[in-house]
């Protein structure tokens, strides 16, 4: 199983710690468990989570909130797992950012393979893929999702980190807007070329020495980009 990180945020501790035991006799192994939003705050700026699971009454604020902060700096998938069952409450949870909602009383094994499935459509190349890609330039790893340029290392989470590692499966061929919409944001049919736009310029920002004069990551004009470094 791949090493992915979740964060189990709930008000309850025996439930955090079930959550827990069943997802990893299901082979997640790296996961934290708190019970409130400060903790998980906490454990927020001190990680990068690929999942998490929220309640949304908390002992210092609700789910919601916290779900929104994450929005900020992450699209990792987002579960609520809450006693709130109203049809009013889901479409409120969506609305923050969730990508499932459970309500409680809930089957601990119905829970691992929805944590099972999100992790298949969020994560899907990290199980085929090569641990690390060096370009010279810069050096990508896949595991941790970090990027490493002229010796400084940092997190590359949610979309640009997906948007980097489909051009270093693909080093000197042509992607088209289709390509990468369908592969990172797994749309086939709207292309929507801001959204594109601003991830390139976003990730040319972090590997280029000039971004504003890109040599690495380059504009096809009426085709799509390509990146032209020659991994070592």
Same mark, same amino acid.
């Given at each position: ?17 079930? @959550? ?6 299901? #082979? ?19 990680? &990068? ?12 604020? &609700? ?13 990792? *998938? ?18 923050? #950012? ?5 309500t409680k ?10 944590? /099972?499935?999100?992790? /298949?459509?969020?994560? *899907?190349?990290?199980? /085929? ?23 400084? &290392? ?29 592969? @990172? ?25 000039? *971004?504003?004069? *890109?040599?690495?990551l380059l504009?096809?004009?009426g085709i ?9």
């Amino acid at each position: 199983m791949v090493d992915v990180k979740i964060l189990v945020v709930d008000d309850e501790q025996a439930i955090g710690d079930m @959550v827990d035991i069943v997802l990893r006799k299901e #082979g997640f192994n790296n996961i934290n468990v708190c019970t409130s939003i400060k903790d998980a705050t906490t454990h927020i700026t001190q990680n &990068t989570y690929d999942l998490y699971i929220l309640d949304i009454m908390l002992p210092d604020g &609700t789910g919601l909130d916290l779900a929104e902060h994450i929005r900020k700096q992450s699209d990792a *998938p987002i579960f609520f797992l809450t006693a709130k069952a109203n049809d009013a409450d889901k479409i409120r949870g969506f609305m923050y #950012g969730a990508d499932d909602y459970i309500t409680k009383p809930f089957n601990p094994m119905e829970l691992a393979a929805r944590v /099972k499935v999100q992790m /298949k459509r969020y994560l *899907p190349s990290i199980t /085929k893929s090569k641990p690390v890609y060096d370009f010279g330039g810069f050096q990508l790893d896949i595991q941790a999702a970090e990027l490493t340029v002229a010796g400084k &290392t940092t997190v590359l989470a949610g979309k640009l980190f997906h948007l980097l590692h489909f051009f270093c499966e693909h080093p000197g061929q042509v992607l088209s807007k289709e390509q990468i919409y369908g592969q @990172v944001w797994g749309e086939e049919h709207f292309i929507d070329d801001n959204t594109i736009m601003v991830h390139i310029r976003k990730l040319r920002e972090r590997i280029e020495v000039n *971004p504003g004069s *890109p040599q690495l990551l380059l504009t096809i004009r009426g085709i799509g980009y390509k990146l032209i470094s020659e991994e070592r």
